[in-house]
């Protein structure tokens, strides 16, 4: 009996093609005549392991924001919730009791007049801010376009938000007093004045909103310029092939793609005429009628000793910035503008 041996073609180790084994199988041969290579996967232990399989990777998100988490609880919500805690109670900030007063502190707040006339001085900075963002808008659109100089012009609106709040006050409360830098500079333009700038209650609330609009004016036209920059210039190029002059261009590609950054600087606006503090604070320290909601609650808690009010205070001006931000969402959505 004989034994017969099967061989493969010769073209078919120069080639790499596969060839069948004693089994039938077919095996694929490497150029080279060595052993097949082998697959990704393991013939004994099946799949092999992954990082996508890996416990490890579903908690590694969790441990990046454990820590800004922690920091995040300990020094905002757990004090948030400590003042509303604190705004029931009648307690000094000191004496290791606490009195539940219920309500007691709220209803102060909003029957007391000497309490409640602190909102009436936030109108002077919310007409401020109305200035402001104006201000801010026209500055922004003017020099958005080619003009000489704008570079200069653009550091000197944006400086006055770099300087400190304490320093502006101090140099503020030189400028309008008696004799100073504005009743000069009046004199030099032919006006006497004696008036006295700080010391009349009218007076002084319009002097101190007018600083703060010389301060922050700034941070609203960086906000308003990096927006408008960011619209693509062929809608400017457009818009002047079809005849559309500066106003048709603000009023028909700017302001659409600013809207967003409008209704955060509305928020911000409200938000600031509501906890004004440094200026005043610094210039007439609450005097003269120009006492901020943010002073009287300061002075509530550690001149007067009254920490339980003064938590009160700060929850109800917490509740009307929200209130005040939920309300200017609802009327104004931010809706997605696309121009292109």
Not at 86 to 99: A, I
């Amino acid at each position: 009996m004989t034994q017969t041996t099967e061989t493969a073609p010769e073209g078919a180790a120069m080639t790499g093609r596969s060839t069948s084994d004693s089994t039938g199988r077919r095996m694929r041969r490497d150029p080279q005549g060595g052993p097949p290579p082998r697959s990704g996967r393991s013939t004994t232990t099946g799949r092999t392991r992954s990082w996508r399989d890996s416990p490890l990777r579903r908690i590694t998100p969790w441990l990046f924001l454990a820590a800004p988490l922690a920091l995040l609880i300990t020094f905002t919500y757990v004090p948030v919730a400590s003042m509303i805690s604190y705004s029931f109670t009648d307690w000094d900030g000191v004496s290791p009791e606490r009195e539940n007063v219920g309500f007691d502190n709220y209803v102060q707040i909003f029957t007391r007049p000497e309490l409640f006339r602190v909102f009436f001085v936030s109108g002077y900075y919310l007409a401020a801010s109305v200035v402001q963002i104006a201000v801010a808008l026209y500055f922004a659109v003017v020099l958005s376009f080619d003009l000489r100089f704008r570079n200069l012009f653009k550091g000197i609106l944006f400086f006055p938000y770099l300087i400190n709040g304490v320093a502006i006050g101090f140099v503020f409360l030189y400028f309008f007093q008696d004799g100073g830098t504005l009743d000069a500079v009046l004199s030099w333009l032919g006006v006497a004045t004696d008036h006295p700038w700080l010391g009349d209650p009218a007076s002084a609330n319009v002097s101190l909103a007018g600083v703060s609009v010389w301060r922050f004016t700034g941070l609203n036209f960086v906000l308003f310029l990096g927006a408008i920059q960011s619209i693509p210039g062929e809608l400017y190029e457009a818009a002047e092939l079809d005849g559309a002059g500066k106003w048709k261009q603000f009023r028909h590609i700017i302001a659409p793609s600013i809207k967003p950054v409008i209704s955060l600087s509305v928020i911000l606006a409200i938000s600031g005429s509501l906890s004004v503090f440094e200026i005043p604070y610094i210039m007439t320290g609450g005097a003269t009628g120009t006492q901020t909601f943010v002073i009287q609650t300061v002075k509530l808690a550690f001149q007067f000793n009254k920490t339980g009010l003064a938590s009160a205070a700060a929850v109800v001006l917490l509740l009307i910035i929200l209130l005040i931000t939920w309300i200017q969402r609802r009327l104004v959505p931010d809706d997605k503008v696309d121009l292109v």
